[in-house]
């Protein structure tokens, strides 16, 4: 059987004097389904703490654990939260206009957005790094699309990297793509 060819998470638009890139983060079904069930049962334990803190008959000396607690609990939450918004709708989005080259990990367009000055880019290429799965670099970064990243380039003394939820061959079509766009001349690469 002829295995599918696959289409990639990234989607190019561009036209005459701008460019954008929209990569989808890779969707992890398991560890989603997971984490929404774990929400469901984090939700129960916040409601229980809660009404634990406001029950006149809870001792005065537990609360304040309890009140600790509900703080951990909840940033735990939030962070889970924030984890599957970007499993399921997580983009990072690259934008070259008008000589900026801006880099943003947003869901629904709220998120980190970096620019930089295109005149100051060099040496775009291939960041050569492993692929990896969801069960073999689980460090918070990569966790949220926020580490590593399949294309480089050098700005100043510190060296950028993009286009995280990709693998090597899609990476090549897209710094094939920049190499095209008129926003981005020959220096930029060496």
Same mark, same amino acid.
């Given at each position: 059987?002829? +295995?599918?060819?696959?289409?990639?998470?990234?989607? @190019?638009?561009?036209?005459?004097?701008?460019?954008?890139? $929209?990569?989808?983060?890779?969707?992890? =079904?398991?560890?989603?389904?997971?984490?929404?069930?774990?929400?469901?049962?984090?939700? =129960?334990?916040?409601?229980?703490?809660?009404?634990?803190?406001?029950?006149?008959?809870?001792?005065?000396? @537990?609360?304040?654990? /309890?009140?600790? #607690?509900? /703080? @951990? #609990?909840?940033?735990?939450?939030?962070?889970?939260?924030?984890?599957?918004? =970007?499993?399921?709708?997580?983009?990072?989005? @690259? &934008?070259?206009?008008?000589?900026?080259?801006?880099? +943003?990990?947003?869901?629904?367009?709220?998120?980190?957005?970096?620019?930089? $000055?295109? &005149?100051?880019?060099?040496? /775009?290429?291939?960041?050569?790094?492993?692929?990896?799965?969801? =069960?073999?670099? &689980?460090?918070?970064?990569?966790?949220?699309?926020?580490?590593?990243?399949? /294309?480089?380039?050098?700005?100043?003394? $510190?060296?950028?990297?993009?286009?995280?939820?990709?693998?090597?061959?899609?990476?090549?079509?897209?710094?094939?793509?920049?190499?095209?766009?008129? &926003?981005?001349?020959?220096?930029?690469?060496?």
């Amino acid at each position: 059987m002829i +295995e599918k060819r696959f289409a990639g998470r990234a989607k @190019i638009n561009q036209n005459f004097n701008s460019m954008n890139i $929209e990569i989808r983060a890779r969707k992890y =079904w398991l560890a989603i389904i997971f984490g929404i069930v774990w929400m469901g049962g984090w939700l =129960w334990s916040e409601t229980f703490a809660i009404s634990l803190v406001f029950n006149l008959n809870t001792p005065l000396l @537990i609360k304040p654990f /309890i009140l600790l #607690w509900l /703080i @951990i #609990w909840t940033l735990g939450g939030m962070l889970i939260g924030h984890w599957i918004l =970007w499993q399921l709708i997580g983009r990072e989005v @690259i &934008n070259i206009k008008e000589g900026i080259f801006t880099l +943003e990990q947003s869901i629904k367009g709220i998120g980190p957005k970096e620019m930089y $000055e295109i &005149n100051s880019i060099k040496n /775009i290429d291939l960041n050569r790094v492993e692929d990896s799965d969801f =069960w073999e670099n &689980n460090t918070p970064e990569s966790m949220f699309g926020h580490s590593g990243g399949k /294309i480089k380039f050098d700005y100043g003394t $510190e060296t950028i990297t993009f286009a995280k939820e990709i693998n090597e061959a899609e990476a090549k079509m897209i710094l094939e793509e920049l190499r095209n766009n008129s &926003n981005l001349r020959e220096r930029n690469f060496v």
